[in-house]
């Protein structure tokens, strides 16, 4: 099968091939490949694609896999309330009282 057909992340659309030439040209951390890929960085924040990636990275370096470092997960601080956002779209303000 063609390296162009398999998709390792679907969120972000990249293909097999699209890592192998990062690796090729060096990029050789997952952050890197995050950085120019946008792998894990779509809806699943990585579910899908980041132990795959991670699995070519450690073939691609002859490495454990454990051995290489996995992606720094930023989750958020805090949630939104919808009802916050709405009223901004609006325009209202909160300190309007």
Excluded: W
């Excluded at 890592?19 to 924040?45: N, S, W």
């Excluded at 795959?52 to 051995?67: C, G, S, T």
Aim: hydrophobic share 35%; charged share 30%; net charge negative.
């Amino acid at each position: 099968m063609n390296k162009k057909d398999i998709i390792i992340c679907r969120c972000e659309d990249v293909s097999l091939a699209d890592i192998h030439e990062c690796l090729e040209a060096g990029y050789t951390t997952f952050e890197d490949l995050k950085r120019i890929l946008r792998v894990g960085m779509g809806p699943c924040q990585g579910q899908t694609c980041s132990h795959l990636v991670q699995a070519e990275i450690a073939k691609y370096l002859n490495l454990n896999k454990e051995d290489v470092k996995f992606q720094k997960t930023r989750p958020l601080i805090t949630g939104v309330v919808l009802e916050d956002i709405a009223k901004q779209a609006r325009g209202e303000d909160d300190d309007q009282s």
